[in-house]
T-cell receptor, first 116, second 118 residues
């Protein structure tokens, strides 16, 4: 079974600081995609960043970047210069084609609180 | 705004009833996915349709069914509702594509339908 593990249920960071959210996954595939989605209190699921497994370069989107370690099956999200609007639940997701079409397998999420 | 629309936003109904959730994908997207988010189960994939045909099934109950119409909108039908079906139901859509041999299919989510079964 393909699994995604987020080991930090809750995290807190002060405004303007940097925080890293962890994610590990398990797969036997070689080509796949990984994603981080953000779910603010509005409950909308918002794509934050994605990483192609065949690319060695880590993906970056403005203040968000990932540390992708393919051999270790690790995919952490770094948020720099944290802002109050970053307060949300963050989900790591793995694109699982072999077992369930093109469905996303989600981790249980990390609740991030950004404090003033 | 992801471009994916879902109606209704909220739905309150009683046990044993049947409801229909509607989703319109982003313009040009052929795939529609349904997910259920509940407190105890987290985010779970239910079913995927691609251009009108069922592509993949996840943890979808037999009481639930879905379809995708020729105009590509999709409906999720939930019947014989139970208290445990109370959840947030998301629809997502994606455009097919490949890059470097890997399937791209980034999914964009709608705002969800909050279902409450009393």
């Amino acid at each position: 079974a393909q699994t995604v593990t987020q080991s930090q249920p809750e995290m807190s960071v002060q405004e303007a600081e940097t925080v890293t959210l962890s994610c590990t996954y398990d797969t036997s595939e070689n080509n796949y995609y990984l994603f981080w989605y953000k779910q603010p209190p509005s409950r909308q699921m918002i794509l934050v960043i994605r990483q192609e497994a065949y690319k060695q370069q880590n993906a970056t989107e403005n203040r968000f970047s990932v540390n992708f370690q393919k051999a270790a099956k690790s995919f952490s999200l770094k948020i720099s210069d944290s802002q109050l609007g970053d307060t949300a639940m963050y989900f790591c997701a793995f694109f699982d084609y072999r077992n369930s079409g093109y469905a996303l397998n989600f981790g249980k999420g990390t609740s991030l609180l950004v404090t003033p | 705004d992801s471009g994916v629309t879902q109606t209704p936003k909220h739905l309150i109904t009683a046990t044993g009833q049947r409801v229909t959730l509607r989703c319109s994908p982003r313009s040009g997207d052929l795939s529609v996915y349904w997910y259920q988010q509940s407190l105890d189960q987290g985010l779970q994939f239910l079913i995927q349709y691609y251009n009108g045909e069922e592509r993949a099934k996840g943890n979808i109950l037999e009481r639930f069914s879905a379809q995708q119409f020729p105009d590509l909108h999709s409906e999720l039908n939930l019947s014989s509702l139970e208290l445990g079906d109370s959840a947030l139901y998301f629809c997502a859509s994606s455009a097919p594509g490949t890059s470097g041999g890997a399937v791209t299919d980034t999914q964009y989510f709608g705002p969800g339908t909050r279902l409450t079964v009393l």
